[in-house]
């Protein structure tokens, strides 16, 4: 995350504003966008500028996509996820790497909590 808090640029910025309008407009509907929001962490992750740590993500959301999306969708709050982002969005945007970092730590552990142990 310190990475991203450094490094983010406005087109950073604005390809993870994509992906929360596209999670705001599917919270309204109740429909979880679990694109969007891996979208949104590969966005974040691409914000680094860190070529190993985007490969790494890579690869990592290819596992995501096959074992935690099946599920996923039933297991959450569409309006939480999007809240979630937002937050996570705007501590980017104020530079905040304490919040972000806070707030990614919670977000993981909500993640973690309904898609089960592992």
Known sequence: MELAVERADGEDLAVLATFLRQM????QTGRVAYD???GFHIALVSATHNSVLERVYEVI???LKVHQAPTYPSEVDAR???REHRMLYDALVRRDKDELVRLMR???AYVKGVSGPG
């Open 24 to 27: 705001e407009k599917d919270a």
């Open 36 to 38: 969007a929001g891996l």
């Open 61 to 63: 959301s290819d596992l």
């Open 80 to 82: 939480k996820e999007y």
């Open 106 to 108: 919670l977000h993981l």
